[in-house]
Protein backbone atom coordinates (compact mmCIF):
# COMPACT_ATOMS: atom_id res chain seq x y z
CA UNK A 1 0.00 0.00 0.00
CA UNK A 2 1.38 3.53 -0.85
CA UNK A 3 0.05 6.65 1.38
CA UNK A 4 1.47 9.87 1.20
CA UNK A 5 2.11 11.80 4.49
CA UNK A 6 -0.79 13.55 6.05
CA UNK A 7 -3.19 11.97 4.01
CA UNK A 8 -6.37 9.51 5.74
CA UNK A 9 -6.21 7.35 3.21
CA UNK A 10 -4.51 4.61 4.80
CA UNK A 11 -6.47 5.04 7.96
CA UNK A 12 -9.75 4.66 6.25
CA UNK A 13 -8.21 1.86 4.48
CA UNK A 14 -7.20 -0.12 7.06
CA UNK A 15 -9.99 0.78 9.41
CA UNK A 16 -12.19 -1.10 6.34
CA UNK A 17 -10.19 -3.74 5.00
CA UNK A 18 -12.22 -7.09 6.23
CA UNK A 19 -15.05 -5.74 7.45
CA UNK A 20 -17.59 -7.82 5.10
CA UNK A 21 -15.95 -10.78 6.74
CA UNK A 22 -14.96 -9.71 10.49
CA UNK A 23 -16.30 -10.02 13.28
CA UNK A 24 -15.86 -5.80 14.11
CA UNK A 25 -15.49 -4.85 17.67
CA UNK A 26 -17.88 -2.84 19.13
CA UNK A 27 -15.57 -0.61 20.03
CA UNK A 28 -11.72 0.43 20.00
CA UNK A 29 -10.55 1.60 23.04
CA UNK A 30 -7.50 2.91 23.65
CA UNK A 31 -4.27 0.51 24.17
CA UNK A 32 -3.19 2.23 27.22
CA UNK A 33 -0.65 1.17 29.31
CA UNK A 34 1.67 -1.58 27.59
CA UNK A 35 3.05 -2.91 30.52
CA UNK A 36 0.23 -3.38 32.67
CA UNK A 37 -1.21 -6.13 31.05
CA UNK A 38 0.96 -9.70 30.03
CA UNK A 39 2.16 -9.53 27.08
CA UNK A 40 4.30 -11.84 24.34
CA UNK A 41 6.38 -9.14 22.26
CA UNK A 42 7.77 -9.96 19.51
CA UNK A 43 9.36 -12.56 18.41
CA UNK A 44 11.51 -14.02 21.31
CA UNK A 45 9.52 -12.60 24.17
CA UNK A 46 12.38 -10.82 25.94
CA UNK A 47 15.36 -8.98 25.16
CA UNK A 48 17.61 -12.22 24.95
CA UNK A 49 15.49 -14.08 22.54
CA UNK A 50 15.12 -16.60 25.40
CA UNK A 51 11.10 -17.09 23.52
CA UNK A 52 10.14 -17.71 28.01
CA UNK A 53 7.31 -16.79 29.46
CA UNK A 54 7.69 -16.20 33.33
CA UNK A 55 4.83 -17.31 35.35
CA UNK A 56 3.36 -14.13 36.44
CA UNK A 57 2.86 -13.27 32.57
CA UNK A 58 2.51 -16.95 31.61
CA UNK A 59 -0.89 -17.06 33.80
CA UNK A 60 -0.48 -21.21 33.45
CA UNK A 61 1.11 -24.01 35.48
CA UNK A 62 1.64 -27.35 34.07
CA UNK A 63 -1.58 -28.31 35.88
CA UNK A 64 -3.55 -25.65 33.75
CA UNK A 65 -1.70 -26.40 30.67
CA UNK A 66 -3.04 -30.17 30.45
CA UNK A 67 -6.66 -28.78 30.85
CA UNK A 68 -6.04 -26.36 27.64
CA UNK A 69 -9.69 -25.56 25.70
CA UNK A 70 -10.00 -24.01 22.53
CA UNK A 71 -12.07 -20.66 23.57
CA UNK A 72 -12.02 -19.05 19.92
CA UNK A 73 -10.54 -19.40 16.40
CA UNK A 74 -10.06 -16.78 13.65
CA UNK A 75 -10.22 -17.60 9.90
CA UNK A 76 -7.38 -15.23 8.11
CA UNK A 77 -9.59 -14.75 4.71
CA UNK A 78 -8.45 -16.37 1.63
CA UNK A 79 -4.46 -17.54 2.95
CA UNK A 80 -3.16 -20.79 2.63
CA UNK A 81 -0.65 -20.39 5.48
CA UNK A 82 -0.26 -18.64 8.76
CA UNK A 83 3.43 -16.88 8.16
CA UNK A 84 2.98 -14.54 11.23
CA UNK A 85 3.42 -15.31 14.83
CA UNK A 86 0.98 -14.33 16.95
CA UNK A 87 2.07 -11.26 18.92
CA UNK A 88 -0.12 -10.01 22.67
CA UNK A 89 0.19 -6.88 23.95
CA UNK A 90 -2.30 -4.69 25.57
CA UNK A 91 -4.96 -7.02 25.71
CA UNK A 92 -4.78 -7.55 21.86
CA UNK A 93 -3.28 -10.35 19.33
CA UNK A 94 -1.55 -8.93 16.04
CA UNK A 95 -1.40 -11.66 13.56
CA UNK A 96 -0.49 -11.79 9.58
CA UNK A 97 -0.72 -14.72 6.54
CA UNK A 98 0.30 -14.83 3.14
CA UNK A 99 -2.54 -11.79 2.28
CA UNK A 100 -0.35 -9.47 2.75
CA UNK A 101 -2.31 -8.05 5.88
CA UNK A 102 -1.81 -7.65 9.52
CA UNK A 103 -4.95 -7.99 11.99
CA UNK A 104 -5.40 -6.68 15.05
CA UNK A 105 -7.82 -8.62 17.47
CA UNK A 106 -8.92 -8.57 21.00
CA UNK A 107 -7.29 -11.17 22.62
CA UNK A 108 -10.18 -12.54 24.73
CA UNK A 109 -13.23 -12.87 22.04
CA UNK A 110 -11.07 -12.99 19.05
CA UNK A 111 -13.46 -9.46 17.05
CA UNK A 112 -11.29 -7.50 14.79
CA UNK A 113 -10.44 -3.85 15.79
CA UNK A 114 -8.43 -3.02 12.38
CA UNK A 115 -6.61 -4.76 9.48
CA UNK A 116 -3.57 -3.28 7.48
CA UNK A 117 -2.32 -4.10 4.10
CA UNK A 118 1.55 -3.89 3.19
CA UNK A 119 2.75 -4.63 0.09
CA UNK A 120 4.13 -8.06 0.37
CA UNK A 121 3.19 -10.70 2.80
CA UNK A 122 4.31 -10.51 6.55
CA UNK A 123 6.58 -12.91 7.89
CA UNK A 124 7.22 -12.19 11.10
CA UNK A 125 5.89 -11.05 14.64
CA UNK A 126 5.54 -7.80 15.32
CA UNK A 127 6.76 -5.29 17.72
CA UNK A 128 5.03 -2.81 19.71
CA UNK A 129 6.47 0.03 21.63
CA UNK A 130 6.96 3.93 21.72
CA UNK A 131 7.22 5.59 18.12
CA UNK A 132 5.54 8.83 17.72
CA UNK A 133 5.41 10.91 20.53
CA UNK A 134 1.86 9.97 22.29
CA UNK A 135 1.76 6.93 19.96
CA UNK A 136 2.16 3.13 20.36
CA UNK A 137 3.66 1.57 16.98
CA UNK A 138 3.43 -1.82 15.81
CA UNK A 139 6.46 -2.53 13.68
CA UNK A 140 7.19 -4.98 11.17
CA UNK A 141 8.55 -6.07 7.89
CA UNK A 142 7.10 -7.68 4.37
CA UNK A 143 8.36 -9.81 2.14
CA UNK A 144 9.78 -6.84 -0.46
CA UNK A 145 11.94 -5.45 1.92
CA UNK A 146 10.31 -3.21 3.98
CA UNK A 147 9.83 -2.11 7.08
CA UNK A 148 6.55 -0.31 8.50
CA UNK A 149 5.42 1.72 11.69
CA UNK A 150 1.79 1.63 12.11
CA UNK A 151 -0.51 2.69 14.91
CA UNK A 152 -1.23 -0.01 17.27
CA UNK A 153 -4.30 1.45 18.10
CA UNK A 154 -5.60 1.99 14.62
CA UNK A 155 -3.73 0.97 12.25
CA UNK A 156 -2.59 4.25 10.68
CA UNK A 157 0.80 3.91 8.41
CA UNK A 158 3.19 5.82 10.36
CA UNK A 159 6.38 5.82 8.21
CA UNK A 160 7.74 3.22 6.17
CA UNK A 161 11.23 2.52 4.29
CA UNK A 162 12.78 0.14 1.99
CA UNK A 163 15.52 -1.59 3.96
CA UNK A 164 17.99 -2.69 0.76
CA UNK A 165 17.87 -1.41 -2.60
CA UNK A 166 18.80 -4.85 -3.30
CA UNK A 167 15.34 -6.30 -5.76
CA UNK A 168 16.05 -9.86 -3.87
CA UNK A 169 15.53 -8.17 -0.22
CA UNK A 170 13.70 -9.27 1.94
CA UNK A 171 12.36 -8.99 5.80
CA UNK A 172 11.83 -12.79 7.31
CA UNK A 173 13.41 -11.47 11.20
CA UNK A 174 11.10 -9.89 13.53
CA UNK A 175 12.59 -6.22 14.72
CA UNK A 176 14.08 -5.61 18.02
CA UNK A 177 12.98 -2.38 19.79
CA UNK A 178 15.41 -0.89 22.34
CA UNK A 179 15.49 2.61 23.96
CA UNK A 180 14.21 4.29 21.07
CA UNK A 181 16.02 2.28 18.27
CA UNK A 182 14.58 -0.26 15.90
CA UNK A 183 17.12 -2.96 15.38
CA UNK A 184 16.30 -5.55 12.27
CA UNK A 185 17.82 -8.15 10.18
CA UNK A 186 17.66 -7.91 6.33
CA UNK A 187 18.00 -11.31 4.38
CA UNK A 188 16.70 -11.91 0.51
CA UNK A 189 15.74 -14.70 -1.99
CA UNK A 190 18.42 -14.36 -4.68
CA UNK A 191 19.81 -18.02 -3.83
CA UNK A 192 16.36 -18.94 -5.07
CA UNK A 193 16.62 -19.38 -8.61
CA UNK A 194 20.24 -17.63 -9.19
CA UNK A 195 21.94 -21.10 -10.52
CA UNK A 196 19.62 -20.07 -14.09
CA UNK A 197 22.70 -19.03 -16.29
CA UNK A 198 20.82 -16.10 -17.35
CA UNK A 199 21.00 -14.37 -14.19
CA UNK A 200 23.91 -12.69 -12.68
CA UNK A 201 24.83 -14.69 -9.64
CA UNK A 202 25.02 -12.86 -6.63
CA UNK A 203 25.08 -9.52 -5.70
CA UNK A 204 22.58 -9.34 -2.10
CA UNK A 205 24.69 -9.39 1.20
CA UNK A 206 22.90 -9.60 4.40
CA UNK A 207 22.70 -6.21 6.90
CA UNK A 208 21.57 -5.05 10.23
CA UNK A 209 19.96 -1.57 10.20
CA UNK A 210 19.13 0.73 13.28
CA UNK A 211 16.63 3.00 12.88
CA UNK A 212 15.00 5.85 14.53
CA UNK A 213 11.53 4.61 15.74
CA UNK A 214 9.64 7.35 15.72
CA UNK A 215 10.58 8.78 12.04
CA UNK A 216 11.98 5.63 10.54
CA UNK A 217 14.95 7.50 9.83
CA UNK A 218 18.44 5.16 9.51
CA UNK A 219 20.84 5.80 11.88
CA UNK A 220 23.48 2.63 10.98
CA UNK A 221 23.65 -0.48 8.89
CA UNK A 222 26.21 -3.23 9.20
CA UNK A 223 27.08 -5.51 5.76
CA UNK A 224 27.81 -9.18 7.18
CA UNK A 225 29.65 -9.27 4.15
CA UNK A 226 32.11 -6.17 4.32
CA UNK A 227 33.46 -6.35 0.88
CA UNK A 228 30.59 -5.38 -1.63
CA UNK A 229 29.93 -7.92 -4.94
CA UNK A 230 31.84 -7.25 -7.73
CA UNK A 231 32.27 -8.85 -11.47
CA UNK A 232 34.27 -12.55 -11.29
CA UNK A 233 33.85 -14.22 -14.67
CA UNK A 234 31.19 -14.82 -17.41
CA UNK A 235 29.28 -18.03 -18.05
CA UNK A 236 29.00 -19.46 -21.19
CA UNK A 237 26.00 -17.84 -22.10
CA UNK A 238 27.89 -14.61 -21.47
CA UNK A 239 26.64 -13.56 -18.55
CA UNK A 240 28.41 -11.97 -15.92
CA UNK A 241 28.71 -13.60 -12.51
CA UNK A 242 29.29 -11.94 -9.18
CA UNK A 243 30.83 -12.06 -5.41
CA UNK A 244 30.97 -12.07 -2.65
CA UNK A 245 27.36 -12.45 -1.99
CA UNK A 246 24.97 -14.12 1.08
CA UNK A 247 25.06 -13.87 4.71
CA UNK A 248 21.67 -13.12 4.94
CA UNK A 249 20.42 -12.45 8.74
CA UNK A 250 16.55 -14.25 8.70
CA UNK A 251 16.54 -14.22 13.02
CA UNK A 252 15.69 -11.36 15.10
CA UNK A 253 18.45 -9.74 16.97
CA UNK A 254 19.08 -10.63 20.50
CA UNK A 255 20.05 -7.28 23.03
CA UNK A 256 22.70 -7.50 25.49
CA UNK A 257 22.39 -3.97 27.70
CA UNK A 258 25.05 -5.12 29.53
CA UNK A 259 27.91 -5.08 26.96
CA UNK A 260 26.06 -3.00 24.65
CA UNK A 261 25.95 -5.13 22.04
CA UNK A 262 23.40 -6.84 19.54
CA UNK A 263 23.78 -10.37 18.01
CA UNK A 264 22.96 -12.36 14.76
CA UNK A 265 23.32 -15.59 13.38
CA UNK A 266 24.27 -14.80 10.04
CA UNK A 267 23.22 -17.23 6.58
CA UNK A 268 25.26 -19.33 3.98
CA UNK A 269 27.29 -17.63 1.16
CA UNK A 270 25.74 -17.77 -2.27
CA UNK A 271 29.61 -17.82 -4.02
CA UNK A 272 32.61 -19.41 -3.58
CA UNK A 273 34.54 -18.79 -1.56
CA UNK A 274 32.35 -18.40 1.62
CA UNK A 275 33.32 -15.50 2.92
CA UNK A 276 34.79 -15.62 7.20
CA UNK A 277 31.38 -14.00 8.33
CA UNK A 278 28.44 -16.69 7.16
CA UNK A 279 27.37 -19.37 8.63
CA UNK A 280 28.41 -17.42 12.05
CA UNK A 281 27.58 -15.71 14.80
CA UNK A 282 27.99 -12.15 15.12
CA UNK A 283 28.23 -9.32 17.37
CA UNK A 284 27.37 -5.17 16.65
CA UNK A 285 27.73 -2.35 18.97
CA UNK A 286 24.44 -1.09 19.27
CA UNK A 287 25.51 2.63 19.39
CA UNK A 288 27.52 2.12 15.66
CA UNK A 289 27.32 -1.04 14.12
CA UNK A 290 30.98 -1.80 13.90
CA UNK A 291 31.54 -5.51 14.39
CA UNK A 292 33.08 -6.34 17.61
CA UNK A 293 33.62 -10.16 16.90
CA UNK A 294 32.78 -12.92 14.82
CA UNK A 295 32.94 -16.21 15.03
CA UNK A 296 32.19 -19.00 12.09
CA UNK A 297 30.63 -21.95 13.22
CA UNK A 298 30.81 -23.68 9.62
CA UNK A 299 33.30 -22.75 6.92
CA UNK A 300 33.01 -23.27 2.79
CA UNK A 301 28.98 -23.22 2.89
CA UNK A 302 28.40 -22.21 -0.60
CA UNK A 303 25.35 -23.13 -2.22
CA UNK A 304 22.19 -22.02 -4.08
CA UNK A 305 18.89 -23.30 -5.14
CA UNK A 306 18.80 -25.76 -7.88
CA UNK A 307 22.33 -27.20 -7.51
CA UNK A 308 21.53 -30.93 -6.48
CA UNK A 309 21.57 -32.05 -10.07
CA UNK A 310 24.18 -33.21 -12.88
CA UNK A 311 25.55 -31.65 -14.83
CA UNK A 312 25.45 -28.79 -11.94
CA UNK A 313 24.64 -25.60 -13.64
CA UNK A 314 27.61 -22.73 -14.40
CA UNK A 315 26.26 -20.73 -11.58
CA UNK A 316 26.58 -22.76 -8.85
CA UNK A 317 29.61 -22.72 -6.44
CA UNK A 318 32.39 -25.26 -7.38
CA UNK A 319 32.68 -26.35 -4.12
CA UNK A 320 28.56 -26.87 -2.69
CA UNK A 321 28.17 -26.48 0.89
CA UNK A 322 25.19 -28.15 2.90
CA UNK A 323 23.11 -24.89 3.08
CA UNK A 324 23.22 -25.16 7.43
CA UNK A 325 22.98 -21.52 8.45
CA UNK A 326 21.35 -19.72 11.20
CA UNK A 327 17.77 -19.17 10.73
CA UNK A 328 17.23 -19.31 14.56
CA UNK A 329 18.13 -16.18 16.75
CA UNK A 330 20.74 -16.85 19.41
CA UNK A 331 19.73 -16.79 23.07
CA UNK A 332 21.57 -15.26 26.02
CA UNK A 333 21.49 -16.95 29.08
CA UNK A 334 23.64 -16.13 32.35
CA UNK A 335 25.36 -18.98 34.27
CA UNK A 336 24.55 -19.70 38.10
CA UNK A 337 28.71 -19.14 38.24
CA UNK A 338 28.38 -15.48 36.56
CA UNK A 339 29.45 -16.18 33.03
CA UNK A 340 27.38 -15.47 29.83
CA UNK A 341 26.48 -17.56 27.14
CA UNK A 342 24.84 -17.22 23.79
CA UNK A 343 23.33 -20.50 22.86
CA UNK A 344 22.88 -20.77 18.97
CA UNK A 345 20.92 -23.85 16.89
CA UNK A 346 22.15 -24.13 14.08
CA UNK A 347 20.41 -26.04 10.74
CA UNK A 348 22.52 -28.85 10.94
CA UNK A 349 21.29 -29.81 14.61
CA UNK A 350 24.91 -28.71 16.21
CA UNK A 351 24.24 -26.50 19.05
CA UNK A 352 26.74 -23.95 20.01
CA UNK A 353 27.13 -21.97 22.61
CA UNK A 354 29.61 -18.80 22.60
CA UNK A 355 31.20 -16.84 25.29
CA UNK A 356 29.99 -13.04 24.52
CA UNK A 357 32.92 -11.96 27.21
CA UNK A 358 35.77 -13.93 25.28
CA UNK A 359 34.98 -12.66 21.35
CA UNK A 360 32.72 -15.52 20.91
CA UNK A 361 34.71 -18.35 22.01
CA UNK A 362 33.06 -21.73 21.65
CA UNK A 363 32.41 -23.02 25.15
CA UNK A 364 30.59 -25.86 24.21
CA UNK A 365 28.79 -27.75 20.96
CA UNK A 366 26.80 -30.39 21.19
CA UNK A 367 24.81 -32.43 18.13
CA UNK A 368 21.17 -33.02 18.49
CA UNK A 369 20.48 -34.98 15.32
CA UNK A 370 20.22 -38.50 15.18
CA UNK A 371 19.57 -38.96 11.63
CA UNK A 372 21.38 -36.22 9.07
CA UNK A 373 20.24 -32.78 8.51
CA UNK A 374 17.42 -32.45 6.01
CA UNK A 375 17.22 -30.19 3.02
CA UNK A 376 15.13 -28.16 5.53
CA UNK A 377 17.74 -28.46 8.46
CA UNK A 378 17.24 -30.08 11.85
CA UNK A 379 17.14 -27.21 13.45
CA UNK A 380 15.49 -24.10 11.42
CA UNK A 381 13.52 -21.75 13.38
CA UNK A 382 14.82 -21.62 16.71
CA UNK A 383 14.62 -23.23 20.45
CA UNK A 384 13.53 -22.01 23.80
CA UNK A 385 15.48 -22.25 27.53
CA UNK A 386 14.82 -21.23 31.10
CA UNK A 387 17.51 -20.94 34.01
CA UNK A 388 18.27 -24.82 32.90
CA UNK A 389 17.84 -25.83 29.63
CA UNK A 390 18.29 -25.08 26.16
CA UNK A 391 14.82 -26.69 24.26
CA UNK A 392 15.37 -27.38 20.79
CA UNK A 393 12.57 -29.00 18.14
CA UNK A 394 13.97 -31.59 15.21
CA UNK A 395 13.19 -31.88 11.51
CA UNK A 396 13.99 -35.32 11.91
CA UNK A 397 11.15 -35.50 15.33
CA UNK A 398 11.13 -34.79 18.40
CA UNK A 399 12.52 -31.89 21.31
CA UNK A 400 15.48 -31.89 22.63
CA UNK A 401 16.46 -30.82 26.42
CA UNK A 402 20.42 -29.62 26.59
CA UNK A 403 22.30 -28.01 29.70
CA UNK A 404 23.07 -24.73 29.55
CA UNK A 405 26.39 -24.98 30.81
CA UNK A 406 27.86 -27.64 29.74
CA UNK A 407 25.02 -28.75 26.91
CA UNK A 408 24.60 -32.12 28.26
CA UNK A 409 21.64 -34.08 26.98
CA UNK A 410 18.87 -34.03 30.02
CA UNK A 411 16.19 -36.02 28.00
CA UNK A 412 14.78 -36.35 24.51
CA UNK A 413 11.60 -37.06 23.76
CA UNK A 414 10.99 -38.88 20.01
CA UNK A 415 7.41 -37.12 18.90
CA UNK A 416 5.89 -39.42 16.05
CA UNK A 417 3.88 -37.42 13.42
CA UNK A 418 0.28 -38.36 13.28
CA UNK A 419 -0.55 -41.50 11.01
CA UNK A 420 0.44 -40.41 6.92
CA UNK A 421 1.46 -36.85 8.07
CA UNK A 422 4.63 -34.92 7.70
CA UNK A 423 7.22 -35.79 10.00
CA UNK A 424 9.68 -32.46 11.97
CA UNK A 425 9.41 -30.08 14.74
CA UNK A 426 10.81 -27.08 12.68
CA UNK A 427 8.95 -24.64 13.90
CA UNK A 428 10.21 -22.15 17.03
CA UNK A 429 9.58 -23.78 20.75
CA UNK A 430 8.23 -21.49 23.65
CA UNK A 431 8.38 -22.52 27.39
CA UNK A 432 6.78 -21.59 30.45
CA UNK A 433 7.85 -22.49 33.90
CA UNK A 434 7.20 -26.38 34.21
CA UNK A 435 6.38 -26.61 29.67
CA UNK A 436 7.85 -26.75 26.65
CA UNK A 437 5.52 -25.74 23.83
CA UNK A 438 6.27 -27.33 20.40
CA UNK A 439 4.18 -27.20 16.98
CA UNK A 440 5.09 -29.77 14.28
CA UNK A 441 4.52 -30.41 10.32
CA UNK A 442 1.94 -32.75 11.34
CA UNK A 443 -0.36 -29.86 12.13
CA UNK A 444 0.16 -31.16 16.27
CA UNK A 445 0.28 -28.78 19.14
CA UNK A 446 2.20 -30.76 22.33
CA UNK A 447 3.00 -29.43 25.58
CA UNK A 448 5.90 -31.26 27.01
CA UNK A 449 6.99 -31.34 30.96
CA UNK A 450 11.01 -29.50 31.11
CA UNK A 451 11.75 -32.35 33.93
CA UNK A 452 11.21 -35.12 31.45
CA UNK A 453 10.20 -34.62 28.22
CA UNK A 454 6.68 -36.40 29.09
CA UNK A 455 3.51 -34.87 27.22
CA UNK A 456 1.49 -33.18 29.23
CA UNK A 457 -1.17 -32.12 26.90
CA UNK A 458 -1.41 -32.29 22.54
CA UNK A 459 -4.03 -31.07 20.07
CA UNK A 460 -4.39 -31.68 16.61
CA UNK A 461 -4.98 -28.40 14.52
CA UNK A 462 -5.45 -30.18 11.14
CA UNK A 463 -9.15 -29.87 11.00
CA UNK A 464 -12.12 -27.39 10.10
CA UNK A 465 -13.21 -24.54 12.37
CA UNK A 466 -15.85 -22.54 13.09
CA UNK A 467 -14.70 -19.08 13.76
CA UNK A 468 -15.37 -16.06 15.24
CA UNK A 469 -15.38 -13.93 12.19
CA UNK A 470 -17.37 -16.63 10.20
CA UNK A 471 -14.40 -17.13 7.70
CA UNK A 472 -13.60 -20.39 6.48
CA UNK A 473 -11.18 -21.81 8.13
CA UNK A 474 -8.65 -24.53 9.27
CA UNK A 475 -5.64 -25.92 10.32
CA UNK A 476 -2.71 -27.36 8.89
CA UNK A 477 1.18 -27.98 9.12
CA UNK A 478 3.00 -25.79 11.39
CA UNK A 479 6.58 -25.28 10.33
CA UNK A 480 7.87 -21.36 11.22
CA UNK A 481 6.77 -19.28 13.54
CA UNK A 482 6.05 -21.03 17.16
CA UNK A 483 3.21 -20.64 19.49
CA UNK A 484 3.30 -17.63 22.22
CA UNK A 485 1.52 -17.73 25.90
CA UNK A 486 0.41 -14.77 27.68
CA UNK A 487 -2.11 -13.63 30.40
CA UNK A 488 -3.25 -17.64 30.71
CA UNK A 489 -4.06 -17.77 27.24
CA UNK A 490 -1.99 -19.90 24.32
CA UNK A 491 -2.06 -18.62 20.66
CA UNK A 492 -1.22 -20.93 17.87
CA UNK A 493 -1.37 -19.76 14.05
CA UNK A 494 -2.16 -23.19 12.08
CA UNK A 495 -1.01 -23.36 8.34
CA UNK A 496 2.53 -23.33 7.09
CA UNK A 497 2.91 -26.02 4.23
CA UNK A 498 6.46 -25.21 3.13
CA UNK A 499 7.14 -28.97 3.04
CA UNK A 500 6.61 -31.98 0.69
CA UNK A 501 2.54 -33.21 1.91
CA UNK A 502 2.45 -29.93 3.81
CA UNK A 503 -1.08 -29.15 4.66
CA UNK A 504 -2.67 -25.77 3.99
CA UNK A 505 -4.08 -23.68 6.57
CA UNK A 506 -5.45 -20.14 7.66
CA UNK A 507 -6.73 -20.38 11.18
CA UNK A 508 -5.60 -18.31 14.29
CA UNK A 509 -6.39 -20.37 17.77
CA UNK A 510 -6.17 -19.07 21.01
CA UNK A 511 -6.78 -21.67 24.28
CA UNK A 512 -7.53 -20.88 27.76
CA UNK A 513 -8.41 -23.29 31.09
CA UNK A 514 -10.91 -23.23 31.16
Not at 51 to 62: C, E, H, Y
Not at 325 to 336: R, V
Not at 339 to 351: D, E, N, P, T, Y
Not at 360 to 368: F, Y
Request: net charge neutral; glycine share 14%.
Amino acid sequence: MRRLAGTGKALLFAMSLGAASAQQCASNPPIGDLAAKPAWNGWGVDLRNTRFQPAKDAGLSPDQVSRLKLKWAFGIPDAKSVIGQPMIAGGRVFISGDTHTVYSLDAATGCQYWAFRAEDDVRNAPTIGPGRPGRSSLFFGDLKGNVYSVDAANGELLWKIAADPHPKTRITASPKLYEGRLYIGVSSLEEVGSSDPGYPCCTFRGSVLALDAATGKPIWKTYTIAEAAKPMRKNSKGTELWGPAGGGVWNSPTIDPKRHALYVGTGDAYTDPAPKTTDSIMALDLASGKILWSVQDLGGDAWIVGCDVTPRPENCPKNMGPDHDFGASPILKDLPNGRSVLIAGQKSGMVWAHDPDRKGAVVWKVQTAEKPASFAGQIVWGGAADDQNAYFGLSSGGVVALSLSEGARKWFAPLEPAAGRARGRESALSVIPGAVISTGWDGVIRALSTADGRVLWEYDTARPFETVNQVSAKGGSMGGPGPTVAGGMLFVGSGFPGIQNGMPGNVLLAFSAE
